[in-house]
């Protein structure tokens, strides 16, 4: 294995939605054969259960290792945070003879390391077994210390991190890099994703805004085979009805006024890899037609052209809109939706994922933010926590996740409290017109005052005001300039 391998899946995977027990194992595999050790295994302290759950390579007999901490070499090393060489034999006092006698398999040499955070909390335990030739020497505790190391790294930049932290309360679970949630539904959601991933076949991501559909559309590409090339999105409801078949295709010089060169499109530009048509069910009639040639014949021709191409592309799709109703209604064509979902995702409200689920966001929320954002020692009080359990986040994790960034930055001591999360206070939200005592106002003076409400908290910074708002600068700047 090269030395700067490690360095180089960090720097991928801290921008990737990777299985993430895939990546590990992958990564013991590797470490096993650079140690010439007969077995390794990485286990994760679940600080929610004050135990160490194991990873494995080479390890056929058992799933999953449990270890309390303390018990065993490895919880031994958990607890001190010390590497440990047992040269030869199993008679070191702190080896746990359970395990050899569920699996039996015979233990003669052992070497185990911590691994760090960046705060030098000990997050996870390599442990390694049976050198092939020997003993494990000097030199085999000094790679693996360097080697623990960018493990530490490693895990610092996926989603683990926060549920490695010594203040999680749930215990340890996961699947995808951020991607966060138990949920039987979101269980559900793994288990489609990971066999979409296995095979080309066309996935439709279905849910309301701001669900994660996205997220779910990265993980089925970079766990598809074609995870080295090019993954394009085009956002069917952001384009002009008459510029989303030229988005898609490309034309040829001279096709239209201003054409004056020949321009590829993105089914090109996706080539390899995966096309991800966000807001399908915004598709303009005379476009579907064409899309549905392409996803049956996986061919294409640009505007202008009077010949076809191969498209060698993979195909997600989302969409929040009901499609059946759209069919019925004559705005999107049978065919086409029954060509679409071959594999369908529904991605569940956040309201409906439950109180486990929306505790992990949020906990995974403020960590990422506090640490996005160098803010030491952020902590959520109980009343903030219950005042976030009792909203219905209609923006569901999208607006969860832009509720705690405003409320990380700008808290000014870092405790977090009610106050500082830019909610609708929930009695005027519900409180009738008759109740207001008021006329009924315009929608845009509404929308108008709910904006200035958002800046304010915001203290002016308007880039952080848009993003909480779900809309661009040059969108709320628009807005703003309507006063």
Not at 82 to 106: C, H, K, M, S, W
Not at 186 to 211: C, H, K, N, P
Request: with cysteine.
């Amino acid at each position: 294995m090269q030395v700067d391998w490690l360095t180089a899946l960090t720097q991928e995977v801290s921008h990737r939605e990777v299985d993430l027990d895939r990546m590990l194992r992958t990564v013991i595999d590797a470490l096993t054969e650079e140690l010439q050790a007969d077995r390794g295994t990485l286990y994760l302290v679940d600080p929610g259960r004050r135990e160490l759950v194991s990873r494995m390579a080479l390890l056929p007999e058992l799933s999953e290792i449990r270890l309390r901490i303390g018990e065993g070499v490895a919880g031994w090393v958990a607890e001190h945070g010390e590497l440990v060489n047992v040269p030869l034999g199993n008679e070191d006092p702190r080896f746990a003879r359970r395990i050899d006698a569920q699996t039996g398999y015979r233990t003669m040499s052992l070497l185990a390391a911590p691994v760090r955070s960046r705060r030098g909390d000990t997050v996870a335990v390599l442990q390694f077994l049976n050198k092939r030739r020997g003993v494990f020497t000097n030199t085999d505790e000094e790679l693996l210390a360097d080697r623990s190391a960018r493990i530490a790294r490693l895990l610092d930049h996926t989603s683990l991190a926060a549920q490695l932290s010594p203040g999680n309360r749930l215990p340890l679970a996961f699947r995808f890099n951020h991607i966060v949630g138990e949920s039987a539904a979101m269980r559900d959601v793994y288990r489609r994703t990971a066999r979409a991933a296995a095979t080309e076949a066309t996935v439709l991501l279905r849910g309301e805004t701001g669900t994660g559909k996205e997220l779910v559309a990265h993980a089925v590409h970079v766990n598809s085979a074609r995870y080295d090339a090019p993954f394009v999105k085009v956002d069917c409801a952001a384009l002009p009805a008459n510029l989303v078949e030229n988005e898609l295709f490309g034309h040829e010089r001279g096709a239209f006024t201003g054409a004056d060169r020949r321009a590829e499109g993105k089914v090109h530009a996706a080539k390899g890899g995966t096309l991800f048509l966000d807001e399908i069910g915004e598709l303009p009639l005379p476009v579907q037609g064409k899309l549905l040639r392409l996803l049956q014949d996986r061919t294409f021709h640009r505007v202008g052209a009077t010949g076809t191409e191969e498209a060698d592309v993979r195909f997600v799709c989302a969409t929040h809109r009901d499609l059946e109703s759209l069919v019925e209604q004559g705005a999107f064509r049978r065919d086409l939706y029954y060509r679409l979902r071959v594999v369908e995702i529904v991605l569940p409200n956040l309201r409906d994922r439950g109180r486990d689920d929306l505790e992990r966001l949020i906990d995974h929320f403020v960590f990422e933010h506090a640490r996005r954002h160098k803010r030491q020692n952020v902590q959520l009080t109980s009343r903030a926590r219950e005042a976030l359990y009792a909203y219905d986040w209609p923006g569901n994790v999208r607006e969860l996740e832009h509720t705690i960034e405003s409320a990380v930055v700008l808290s000014a001591d870092g405790r977090l409290e009610p106050e500082h999360f830019p909610l609708p206070d929930k009695e005027r939200a519900i409180a009738s017109p008759a109740a207001d005592d008021g006329p009924i106002r315009p929608l845009e003076e509404v929308e108008l005052e709910y904006i200035r409400h958002v800046l304010d908290r915001c203290d002016g910074n308007k880039s952080l005001a848009a993003r909480l708002l779900g809309i661009g600068r040059n969108t709320l700047a628009r807005k703003l300039d309507k006063v």
